[in-house]
């Protein structure tokens, strides 16, 4: 009996550790001499961080804050797509993080052809936004996430369901 085995190629982000960095951020915040009475605020909603703050100096330094804070907890950079800082009431200004999730259906399908075109006993498959890789052969499959691995994509990928 001839089994495949399978893993889904993602771009995903821990919910529970992003909320972990802003509020660190948050805390920051409120205990750095220099950033004390900015009155700047991170908020996190489902898709989004905003940011809100008194001048682009002090946005660029909460935009490193929240860098640090994500590094140290394993969330890729690649998740961040910063919009443009907007002025906001007053002399303050506002800028929108969007949090990137799933892969698009262009980059899956250059993804899944990528691993077609190098692997020849690999099947890649799109399945909405994520990229299904199945073999017969553990060991293709873990050099497919080598191959991954190693290559510059615009998302971070993580792997899961591996059966």
């Given amino acids: 009996m001839a089994s495949t085995f399978s893993f889904d190629v993602v771009s995903d982000f821990d919910r529970q550790e992003m909320v972990n960095a802003v509020d660190q951020v948050l805390r920051e915040l409120k205990s750095r001499y220099d950033l004390k009475d900015t009155n700047s605020t991170v908020e996190l909603s489902e898709t989004t961080i905003t940011i809100q703050t008194n ?21 890729s950079q690649k998740i961040f797509v910063y919009g443009k800082v907007e002025s906001a009431s007053g002399s303050r200004v506002r800028q929108e993080i969007t949090l990137q999730k799933g892969i698009e259906v262009e980059l899956a399908k250059k993804i899944s052809k990528q691993i077609r075109d190098g692997f020849k006993k690999v099947q890649a498959a799109v399945q909405g936004d994520s990229v299904r890789v199945t073999a017969k052969s553990k060991d293709d499959l873990q050099a497919v996430m080598q191959f991954l691995k190693q290559e510059e994509f615009p998302v971070a990928l993580q792997f899961n369901n591996y059966r």
């Fill in 55 to 75: 001048n682009e100096m002090t946005l660029d330094t909460i935009q490193d804050l929240l860098r640090q804070k994500a590094a140290k907890r394993n969330l």
